[in-house]
């Protein structure tokens, strides 16, 4: 049996996306879809693994005595993330059930099931990772009341089917925050934009690019314009990103877990696009009346250098580790960094490793996305 019906899918699926355009609907988007899950409340928590901090990045339905409260919980519900398997390996947008994933005695006795959960009247939440990287989680979650018992099969579905969606939503949202944008204020709020965003209408035809964009085409990667359609250099990977909008202007319901995000890499350099549909959205027309999909493309070497210094300062880096992350920052391989920096590949290997430690993550691959994590969606003005 279907969680819900195709239309109502269709429904709750544009509305989530029209959360990237207008951040201040989660809140309404987080209760309808509650009214499905049959929980009472939902919030979208980013959670500091390695500080034990927690932001609540939105909420509906949280009574302020007990969303205050809930901070004094969190270094336990941060261990509970840490220590518990199913936080640190369970499968990106899968749903997390507390009642099924969870073992029982182990969360029971914690202070916060005893004196936040237990009082509240709360047996259950429904939860999904929309954000994971080595210090950070980001975590969708709705909770049940005892009055309807744990979550059944059926919540269960439909969250299945939500969780891509809401992870996508949340990823453009970490590259560019639109907040509340209006039609007149388009190109001015895109061109601040450190990524670039192409927004398309049908068949790829663009309709609006922003200044990093158009660099972009300028320089022929890692997206360029072919008689005003948006393409990929190359004619064996044009498909890959057209089929991609092709999906996201049909019904988002319909779009699969990874189905619009698509690797751009071309001659060496890592790119990757994410595509927001806006065809089937309530506000799709506050960007333009043809618009049908929004494209927004990051690659390595856009961390500004505040996000290479605030890691810097915050991992105590050396003079010298500071100077190799820079030269990593940019996309340079360790023995480019090492040649510009005029030392051997014996000292710049010994820095990498060291600044790996002092980071706390295993691979260069996972420095770079952590840079990158950090680095501010827009660019300062001067």
Known sequence: MEAVGPERL?????AVYDCVIE??????????????????ISSILLVDL??????????WNFDPYWREKNEEYFPEMTELYRRAPPAATHAIDEPLVLSRNIPEDVFSSTRYYREWVKPQGICDSVQSIVLRNPGQMGVFAALRHESRGVAT????????????????????????DLKALETQALTATLDHCAVGVIVVARDNRILHANDAARAM??????????NGRLSIPGSDRAHVLANAITLAQQDEATIEATGTDVSLGHNGEPAVAHVLPLACGQLHTRLMPQATAAVF???????????????????????????????????????????ALAIAATTARTHLSRILSKAGVARQADLIALIHCLSPPVRRSL
Not at 50 to 59: A, G, N, T, V
Not at 217 to 226: I, L, N, Q, T, W
Request: charged share 25%; aromatic share 6%.
């Open 50 to 59: 390695q500080h034990s901090r927690h932001r609540f990045f939105k909420d």
């Open 297 to 339: 493309v990051t690659r390595a070497g856009l961390a500004p250098p505040c996000a290479v210094a605030a890691l810097a300062e915050n991992f105590k880096l050396t003079p010298a580790e500071t100077r190799m992350l820079e030269r990593l920052a940019t996309g340079a391989t360790l023995a480019e960094a090492a040649k």
């Open 23 to 40: 951040p201040d609907r989660w809140p309404d988007t987080m209760e309808e879809i509650c009214s499905d899950l049959d929980c009472i």
């Open 217 to 226: 085409f300028s320089a022929g990667s890692p997206v360029c314009s072919v």
């Open 10 to 14: 269709s429904y709750l699926v544009g």
């Open 153 to 176: 099969d059926r919540e269960i579905s439909l969250m299945r089917q939500l969780a891509p969606h809401i992870r996508r939503a949340i990823t453009i949202s970490n590259l560019i």
